[in-house]
């Protein structure tokens, strides 16, 4: 007997399979990270069209088997506001791919769910300022790659960037964009210690 489960989901990617088909690789609420089929859904006809998109949040049911079929799907959130600039766009990518890389397999992370929805949610606010979004993917980034049991090396980088990492792992959300508009010095900083330890973690996980 085919057992069902409904989820919230955010879209990370999709890719074409088939004449018709759809795989989307969603991180759920209740599965943590999962590939979803979605039959037909390139057909106009298709009853799932509109319901998943990439940078979207959206309600699911499916079907586990060998692959997990999608039956029902529909938009809860599509973070319109993360669609009007580019700048806030691509940080929204930058958080999702991110996220994308760095959880591998299928289990339920109940932190990641929460750090990624509201870092969304904070990011599609149109009363954020574009000088904040940049500094919510590095509080995003830090928080994620703390969840994953790594913490940065601060030695060897400025008082501002130092002060800015510890107010980001210690800081709630709303707490932390109140006080942050990132700086060129920290930004470069950051910038470089994040990239080295993407390459350094994603080297370990794959």
């Known amino acids: 007997m085919a057992i069902h489960y409904r989820t919230q989901a955010v879209v990370l990617r999709k890719r074409e399979v088939g004449e018709a088909d759809r795989v989307f690789t969603v991180f759920t609420r209740d599965f943590g990270k999962v590939n979803l089929v979605a039959v037909g859904e390139r057909k106009i006809t298709s009853k ?28 809860v959130e599509g973070y319109r506001f993360l669609k009007t600039d ?41 009363m954020v300022s574009p000088a904040k979004w940049s500094p919510l993917y590095y509080y995003f980034f830090w928080n994620l790659v703390s969840l994953q049991g790594f913490r940065p090396n601060m030695s ?35 910038a470089s210690l994040s990239k080295a330890h993407f390459l350094a973690i994603t080297k370990g996980i794959q």
């Open 86 to 126: 580019l700048r806030r766009t691509r940080a929204a990518l930058r958080i999702i791919e991110t996220l994308d890389v760095f959880l591998k397999g299928q289990a339920q992370d109940e932190k990641a769910w929460k750090l990624l929805t509201e870092t969304l949610d904070t990011l599609n606010d149109p």
């Open 48 to 75: 799932l069209r509109g319901g998943l998109e990439v940078l979207c949040l959206s309600e699911v049911e499916f079907v586990e088997g060998r692959r997990n079929t999608i039956i029902d799907s529909s938009l």
């Open 156 to 190: 060897n980088i400025s008082s501002s960037a130092s002060s800015f990492l510890s107010d980001a792992l210690e800081s709630p959300l709303n707490t932390f964009v109140k006080g942050h508009s990132g700086s060129f010095e920290a930004e470069s900083a950051l």
